[in-house]
């Protein structure tokens, strides 16, 4: 069984692009990245997906539920930390969590003293005096709690440290173990890379890529930054080029052999070859699929576009 189905599913906000026409499938029990710059329409799709906001066109279920009509039953199904930790003011930690269990007709129980333990959560303090990392806490065991079929998360781990970041994935990739589907929003590539085994892209509300983690990263260019004068006419597969004082900067796609042939025959002072950033492998997959970026007058070209505004 399908965990998500998506078929055309679209969000306008007035005349503003929301989502368009997403067609989207992850299998139960898959750990699944969801990546995109912000303001490119991940936490819109699911706020749909979720029942939170109507979707204008298209339709989408959960294990085989219409989100608008079968809501109420798949969110008992869900567990979901949103990006954003925000709690009534007032509650202490425990409380937050009891409420949070009683929602879905749960009793605070040994699986969310567990995960408090694990996260080093102190719930006796107050919501209020918690810090944005410690309230990313809570949200976590709240969605983790009640053993959830489907995990949906929000761009989960920012305000985490690098040690909570790490047990707060030992926890996931427990759960996915033990067939729990994942569903991974973030825009930190490395997350995706390091824990996912397949993935979609989205950019401007559109899926412009979906596939395994491996093929999506064997498919992504080198960021190759060169000091020194440096001609790039006999390269192919050239992009994003960004000249300055000292040298020159480019995504390359090519092969790494025929690069260092070309760069061996000019005066170089030092090179360096780098695994492109997110946001440039945003770039390569949306030039690519535009049959935009070659070399010519192509200084910073399509870098503007891949600035999100506010993620809606």
Do not use: W
Not at 153 to 182: C, H, V, Y
Not at 211 to 230: C, F, I, M, P
């Amino acid at each position: 069984m399908n965990a998500i189905e998506m078929k055309g599913l679209t969000k306008f906000y007035g005349r503003s692009r929301g989502i368009l026409g997403l067609d989207l499938t992850v299998s139960e029990g898959e750990f699944f990245g969801f990546i995109g710059p912000n303001g490119a329409g991940k936490s819109t799709t699911i706020r749909t997906l979720l029942g939170l906001i109507k979707g204008s066109k298209g339709s989408a279920s959960i294990f085989g539920k219409d989100i608008v009509k079968e809501k109420t039953s798949i969110l008992s199904q869900v567990g979901y930390m949103p990006s954003e930790a925000v709690f009534y003011p007032g509650m202490r930690v425990k409380e937050v969590i009891r409420l949070s269990a009683g929602l879905r007709k749960a009793s605070y129980g040994q699986e969310a003293d567990r995960l408090c333990r694990r996260l080093g959560l102190d719930v006796s303090k107050k919501v209020d005096e918690l810090s944005f990392g410690n309230r990313k806490k809570v949200s976590i065991v709240c969605a983790l709690q009640h053993d959830p079929r489907l995990c949906i998360l929000d761009e989960p781990t920012s305000g985490l440290d690098p040690l909570m970041q790490r047990e707060f994935f030992a926890i996931l990739k427990e759960r996915n173990a033990k067939g729990t589907t994942i569903f991974l929003s973030s825009h930190v590539l490395s997350e995706i890379q390091r824990n996912c085994t397949r993935a979609a892209i989205i950019r401007e509300g559109k899926l412009i890529a979906c596939d395994s983690v491996e093929a999506l990263s064997k498919t992504s260019a080198k960021r190759v930054h060169v000091q020194g004068d440096v001609s790039l006419s006999a390269l192919n597969d050239v992009r994003d080029v960004q000249r300055n004082e000292s040298g020159i900067s480019f995504l390359y796609g090519g092969d790494i052999k025929a690069l260092l042939q070309v760069l061996a025959d000019q005066e170089i002072n030092d090179l360096a070859i780098s695994e492109p950033d997110l946001e440039e492998i945003f770039l390569h997959y949306y030039l690519e699929n535009t049959g935009e970026g070659d070399i010519s007058g192509s200084k910073g070209s399509g870098r503007k576009d891949l600035d999100g505004g506010e993620e809606r």
